[in-house]
């Protein structure tokens, strides 16, 4: 299938299942979740058709399996990366002692000053690994790497969750548990 047609429904996808629902007349469920028939329907009737084969491609050739769908295969929703409101339905996990925060060089002062925010999403986005924060960095420009000492935070009671594509969320990263790698 054509990956720049893939790129464009999942950027469309992106838009819709985290951001905009109601504007193709969509509600998320608890845990994000549409059906696909009415996503399919809805995606349809706004312009953007879209079949189940190149829906289903664009679900398991993702590059960071943005997507999902749940155990019955009716239902689909983004995994993370939210605005809107909706309760993923996340259960606290342990995180790996270390985690990473890839962030681009002129955001690096207003971090270290205030910690992580998350802005306009849910959660803050941590992680698992250096490569993965450097890419997510490097979407913006030049990249600073923050390493985040996870440990200690869930020791003082934070929250982490894991989304099903091992992102690792929170409310807030405080600036004493940051360190510039
Ligand atoms: C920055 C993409 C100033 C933060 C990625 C980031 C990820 C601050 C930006 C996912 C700040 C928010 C999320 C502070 C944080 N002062 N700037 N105190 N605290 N920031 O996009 O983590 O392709 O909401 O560093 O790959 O960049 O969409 O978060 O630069 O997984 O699937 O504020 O989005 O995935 O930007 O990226 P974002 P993010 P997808």
């Given at each position: 299938m054509d990956q720049s047609r893939l790129v464009k429904i999942s950027k469309y996808l992106s838009k819709h299942?985290?951001?905009?629902?109601q504007r193709l007349g969509l509600t998320l469920e608890p845990g994000g979740w549409v059906l696909v028939d009415a996503l399919l329907a809805a995606c349809a009737r706004h312009g953007f058709p879209v079949s189940r084969a190149e829906l289903d491609a664009v679900v398991s050739g993702n590059d960071k399996q943005r997507f999902g769908f749940d155990a019955t295969g009716t239902r689909i929703r983004a995994h993370q990366g939210h605005s809107?409101?909706?309760?993923?339905?996340l259960e606290p996990a342990e995180p790996p002692p270390l985690l990473y925060h890839g962030t681009a060089e002129q955001f690096a002062d207003a971090i270290r000053r205030d910690g992580l925010l998350k802005m306009r999403r849910h959660h803050v986005h941590l992680s698992p690994d250096r490569a993965t924060a450097e890419r997510v960095g490097a979407r913006r420009g030049r990249v600073v790497v923050f390493v985040v000492d996870a440990a200690a935070m869930a020791r003082a009671g934070y929250a982490f969750f894991r989304s099903t594509n091992g992102v690792w969320l929170v409310d807030h990263v405080p600036s004493a548990y940051l360190q510039q790698a």
């Amino acid at each position: 299938m054509d990956q720049s047609r893939l790129v464009k429904i999942s950027k469309y996808l992106s838009k819709h299942l985290r951001h905009q629902p109601q504007r193709l007349g969509l509600t998320l469920e608890p845990g994000g979740w549409v059906l696909v028939d009415a996503l399919l329907a809805a995606c349809a009737r706004h312009g953007f058709p879209v079949s189940r084969a190149e829906l289903d491609a664009v679900v398991s050739g993702n590059d960071k399996q943005r997507f999902g769908f749940d155990a019955t295969g009716t239902r689909i929703r983004a995994h993370q990366g939210h605005s809107t409101p909706v309760d993923l339905q996340l259960e606290p996990a342990e995180p790996p002692p270390l985690l990473y925060h890839g962030t681009a060089e002129q955001f690096a002062d207003a971090i270290r000053r205030d910690g992580l925010l998350k802005m306009r999403r849910h959660h803050v986005h941590l992680s698992p690994d250096r490569a993965t924060a450097e890419r997510v960095g490097a979407r913006r420009g030049r990249v600073v790497v923050f390493v985040v000492d996870a440990a200690a935070m869930a020791r003082a009671g934070y929250a982490f969750f894991r989304s099903t594509n091992g992102v690792w969320l929170v409310d807030h990263v405080p600036s004493a548990y940051l360190q510039q790698a």
